[in-house]
Structures are given as structure tokens and as C-alpha cells.
């Protein structure tokens, strides 16, 4: 059985919007944070130790599964996953226009923002929420974010992961052609086109050793399109990651305990690029799973958390 409740709290940052589905309670709200607004979830105490979730390109905070994050709350933590700017319900830069896929490639546009920028607004938002540091962890560009977050504001960053990304560097990470292709292709015109691309999109590029379950796929990619649907978003951020210089020397620097997880069959962000990650950053302890692409099958969740648990106690 499902129920939801919704109330309005009587504050100036933020909608209170409670959710629980079974044993899973989770609070949604929005911050304002580094001049822009965020929106948010939390799973788990506020009192115990916070761990920040960043999520990847044009990726809304939902893809990381609510279960993924119930299960990190479990293990004693207060979980945080956010909507990135420019996607989801955080605030939109239509102002700044829309790029061309082949300037952006060229470098000949000037970005609405950078990834500094945006490692900013995980900072901001833990301002927001009297936190002073977290345990930081990105997935793909959420991981190059994280990476930043960590050369940025190193002592707001308790441990580092980064989770299927990559350290700028061209020559490690490289994506293989289909998967490029899927993720940079034109985008849907409609619900249905979105809902298949999301379908399709998955296909290529998730976890060859694991079940893929395209019922589940095809929800969330139907819930995530009447959640929010702002393909212009995400040009704006392809332009923020391809604008970054490379952070490899920049890496060095991190002192924080860091985790680098990375599917060996991925064929977005090669395994080089989470190598390349693990090598930068001293002492930094590099963990791959075989079968996993670019995505965090239900299957390994145990298996992901239970690494997660082991490196946050490193701090």
C-alpha cells in the first residue's frame, strides 16, 4: 500500500513535499543556493552523517533509484540527492539560448556556466542546509562535478566518489560511437519519442551482466518526462563539460579519502577514464565491477553501498 501526504511549510526557501512508499520516507523540497533555485530530496536522519548524491547529464535527481538511496539511509547516513541547475525542477538558463551540438564540440560558444559553477551549487546547497561538509559522490558528470566539488571546497568534501566518470583528459574515457550517438542524438520531440529514447538509450549503454528491465526503464523515462522535459538543459550542460579543462594535476590535490567505482564494460565513459581518476588523486582507491556499464543496475546496489560505507569511513 502507498499513501502521500503534501503540506506547505511557511518558510522562505522552501515547499515541503512529504513521500512514503512502504518503508521509504522521503522529503522533497527546494533551497536557494548560489543565486539559483535547487530542488532536492532527503532520505534518512538529519542528525546523522550527510552524503551529497550528483547526478549525471541532463539526468534529473530520480535516476538515482529511491532505493539506492533508502539503502545508503539505512546504513546510518542522511542522504541528499538534488536536480543539477538547468534540469528537473532546480532553476532553468533559457535565458542564456541554446547551442549548436557541433560549436559546442568545437569550443566556438561561450558557456551559460562552467562545472565550477555548478560544483558551486552543491556547495550552495549544503550552506543552505546548515551543513558543513558531506561525503561527496557523483555518477558520470555528476562524478566530474563531484571531482570539483573536491578541488573547489575541499573542506566541505569528507570523502570523494565518482562513480562512471572521468578526469577531462581526451584520451582516456572515450565513448564508444553508438553509445555517443545515443546520448547526443536530437532530442525527442514528444512523450512517446522520450519515453523510447530512454528506452533505447538504456539499452546501449547500460549493464551488459545484469537483467535489463525495460518495464522499470520505461516508467521512470515516463515520469521523468512529466516531471520536467528540457533537452535545452542539457545542451547547455554538454557545453559546461566540454568547456572544463582537463582536472588531472588538479586532482592531485585532493586530500579527501576517495573512491573511484566503474563499470568495466561501459561504453559511455571507457574504464580508462575511471583508471585515469583513480591514478590522480593519491591514495584514491579504484573499485570495477564486471558486467556494469553506464548505469547502477537494482542488482548491485548492495554491492555499490556497501563500497560507498567502506570509504566513508576513511574519514
Not at 532536492?40 to 552524503?51: K, Q
Not at 545508503?72 to 536536480?83: Q, S, T
Not at 566556438?108 to 549544503?126: C, F, N
Not at 519515453?195 to 535489463?212: A, D, H, L
Request: some cysteine; hydrophobic content about 45%.
Amino acid at each position: 500500500m502507498t499513501w502521500q501526504t503534501k503540506c506547505r511549510i511557511e518558510q522562505p526557501l522552501y515547499w515541503l513535499r512529504v513521500e512514503r512508499r512502504r518503508a521509504m520516507v522521503a522529503i522533497m523540497t527546494s533551497a536557494k543556493a548560489n543565486g539559483i533555485s535547487i530542488e532536492y530530496e532527503t532520505y534518512g536522519d538529519p542528525a546523522s552523517p550527510p552524503v551529497l548524491l550528483i547526478m549525471g547529464l541532463g539526468a534529473q535527481m530520480t535516476l538515482w533509484d529511491p532505493e539506492f538511496c533508502q539503502a545508503i539511509a539505512d546504513r546510518g547516513f542522511y542522504v541528499i540527492r538534488f536536480d543539477n541547475r538547468d534540469i528537473g525542477l532546480s532553476t532553468w538558463f533559457d535565458e542564456a539560448g541554446t547551442y549548436d551540438l557541433s560549436d559546442i564540440i568545437a569550443g566556438t560558444v561561450t558557456p551559460a556556466y562552467s562545472l565550477a559553477d555548478m560544483a558551486a551549487d552543491a556547495a550552495g546547497l549544503l550552506d543552505a542546509l546548515d551543513i558543513p561538509s558531506a561525503h561527496i559522490v557523483g555518477a558520470s558528470m555528476g562524478g566530474m562535478i563531484a571531482q570539483t566539488f573536491a578541488i573547489k571546497h575541499p573542506a566541505k568534501t569528507r570523502t570523494l566518489t565518482s562513480i562512471m566518470s572521468t578526469t577531462g583528459n581526451l584520451d582516456v574515457g572515450q565513448a564508444s560511437p553508438e553509445a555517443l550517438g545515443a546520448l547526443l542524438g536530437p532530442p525527442p520531440a514528444t512523450r512517446d519519442e522520450a519515453i523510447e529514447r530512454g528506452v533505447q538509450t538504456s539499452k546501449i549503454i547500460g549493464s551488459p551482466g545484469y537483467p535489463f528491465d525495460e518495464a522499470r526503464i520505461r516508467k521512470r523515462a515516463a515520469s521523468d518526462f512529466d516531471r520536467a522535459f528540457h533537452p535545452a538543459g542539457m545542451q547547455r550542460q554538454v557545453a559546461a563539460i566540454v568547456s572544463q579543462p582537463d582536472r588531472t594535476m588538479d586532482l592531485k590535490s585532493v586530500q579527501s579519502p576517495t573512491l573511484v567505482i566503474h563499470g568495466a564494460d561501459d561504453p559511455l565513459v571507457g574504464l580508462s577514464g575511471g583508471q585515469a581518476t583513480a591514478d590522480a588523486v593519491p591514495d584514491a582507491e579504484l573499485y570495477v565491477v564486471p558486467g556494469m556499464g553506464h548505469d547502477l543496475p537494482l542488482a548491485l546496489h548492495e554491492e555499490i553501498v556497501d563500497v560507498l560505507v567502506k570509504n566513508f569511513a576513511r574519514a
